[in-house]
């Protein structure tokens, strides 16, 4: 399968700390998107990164692929209590369907 | 800031019984998707619709998923026969030009199969 799993499943951190969540796949991917959702709520898209892309930027998020290990990882920096959410990584194949494929998730909570 | 919006919010029905779950995709978007999220589990697409026809769908969207987009503006998830596993959440999401993969997702509806 070519799903994203996130990890660590969970991360509890106090506001202002950074938080990091990995994000690994096992097919080559046209590009990896990273979503957050809020408890009970739809998913919002944060960021998308494509295949050729190292790191990206917007605001407090950062992503990075590293396509030869076939991850990524989202850093969050100084949380907030705000930030409390679950987030995703979707990959999407390439050369192949333009679905995203969801992982499961890494759940954070931010102290305040 | 348009978005995509979805009702009911939440939906009970005994098994056996038909629903349907609506969703208003935001205006200019000319592709839409359903997925649904089982509780704790990860996001599974079902199906996707481009120029009123399915474009793709998944082992998941069988005979008695259907949907729709009646009259322009609604698109509608049709389950024929619920049964208890069809209790998820079913996300609508929207995306304005295929090649920019962003696709905008709907508040969700919680249906509960009892």
């Known amino acids: 399968s070519q799903q994203g799993e996130e990890d660590p499943q969970a991360l509890s951190i106090q506001e202002g700390e950074n938080a990091t969540m990995n994000c690994s796949y096992k097919?080559?991917?046209?590009?990896l998107q990273w979503y957050r959702q809020n408890s009970g709520r739809g998913l919002v898209h944060l960021i998308l990164?494509?295949?050729?892309?190292r790191e990206k930027h917007s605001g407090r998020l950062r992503v990075t692929l590293d396509t030869s290990k076939k991850s990524s990882s989202l850093l969050i920096t100084a949380s907030r209590a705000a930030d409390t959410a679950s987030y995703f990584c979707?990959?999407?194949?390439?050369?192949?369907?333009?679905?995203?494929?969801f992982g499961r998730g890494t759940s954070l909570i931010v102290h305040p | 800031e348009p978005e995509v919006t979805q009702t009911p919010s939440h939906q009970v029905t005994q098994m056996g019984q038909e629903v349907i779950l609506r969703c208003v995709p935001i205006?200019?978007?000319?592709?839409f998707y359903w997925y649904r999220q089982i509780l704790g589990q990860k996001v599974e697409f079902l199906v996707s619709?481009?120029?009123?026809?399915?474009?793709?769908k998944s082992e998941i969207f069988d005979d008695q998923f259907s949907v729709e987009r009646p009259d322009g503006s609604n698109f509608t998830l049709k389950i024929r026969s619920t049964k208890l596993e069809d209790s998820a959440m079913y996300f609508c999401?929207?995306?304005?030009?295929?090649?920019?993969?962003?696709?905008?997702f709907g508040p969700g509806t919680r249906l509960t199969v009892t």
């Open positions: 619709f481009y120029n009123n026809e399915i474009s793709e």
């Open positions: 999401a929207s995306l304005r030009e295929f090649s920019s993969y962003e696709q905008y």
């Open positions: 205006s200019n978007h000319l592709y």
């Open positions: 990164i494509r295949s050729n892309e």
């Open positions: 979707a990959t999407v194949v390439s050369g192949g369907s333009y679905i995203p494929t």
């Open positions: 097919t080559s991917i046209n590009n």
